[in-house]
């Protein structure tokens, strides 16, 4: 079964609006979640990193102040598009880091794809 | 040049077949390697996850990283229609936790 709990998985909305996304993971507690960004017929784009207690870290060019992130538990991050326009529209995706020791691979999350009208 | 090369396909192939894909890379930091297997409109899954050089089977997939050479392989036997996806390579430092993907491979199985 799922390991990783993304919601929602489809999101329709006008320009302006605000937007959250939550990602959960259900197996393990993780410390460290992560948030990409796909294209169409492209790979995955790493967006930041989620710390829990403590502030995310942005990859060059991703505004932190559009896209906040929040780790609020040990298995819950969410990542809220702020004031979306069109060009926010894509498919974003969590993963989740397991807190097992080292060396643990990446879980993903089914996606999110936002449409911004 | 990027990090990780991955054809991008498509790789179509009869049903029953063996699929092969490969990724090569530059970086030699690079110690865990994993495939990931992607629907459309869904998110990557994992399918092996292999540390350092060396072959790991599991079920019909077969993971195979070559350190030496900077060039890492996964097959499909018995392909099946259900495993026309893309797929992904990626790649980690033994420090920190950041993933380096490849491109991905669109592979078609037809019946």
């Known amino acids: 079964g799922a390991v990783v709990s993304q919601h929602p998985s489809w999101v329709i909305c006008k320009s302006g609006t605000s937007v959250k996304i939550e990602c959960r993971s259900l197996d393990f507690q993780a410390t460290t979640m992560f948030w990409y960004r796909q294209f169409p017929k492209q790979s995955l784009m790493l967006m930041a990193t989620s710390n829990e207690g403590s502030k995310a870290t942005y990859e060059q060019g991703v505004e932190k102040d559009k896209f906040l992130i929040n780790h609020a538990s040990l298995t819950l991050s969410t990542l809220t598009v702020t004031s979306a326009h069109p060009e926010d529209s894509s498919f974003y995706i969590c993963?989740?880091?397991?807190?097992?020791?080292?060396?643990?691979?990446?879980?993903f999350g089914d996606g999110t794809r936002l449409s911004i009208l | 040049q990027k990090e990780v090369e991955q054809d991008p396909g498509p790789l179509s192939v009869p049903e029953g077949a063996i699929v092969s894909l490969n990724c090569t890379y530059s970086n030699s930091a690079f110690q865990y390697f994993m495939w990931y297997r992607q629907y459309s409109r869904k998110g990557p899954e994992l399918l092996m996850y292999t540390y350092s050089s060396g072959n790991k089977e599991d079920g019909r997939f077969t993971a195979q990283v070559d350190k030496s050479s900077k060039y890492i392989s996964l097959f499909i036997r018995d392909s099946q229609p259900s495993d026309s996806a893309t797929y992904l390579c990626?790649?980690?430092?033994?420090?920190?936790?950041?993933?380096?993907f490849g491109g991905g491979t669109r592979v078609l199985v037809k019946p």
């Open positions: 990626a790649m980690r430092r033994a420090a920190g936790n950041k993933l380096t």
């Open positions: 993963s989740v880091q397991p807190d097992r020791g080292l060396g643990q691979p990446q879980h």
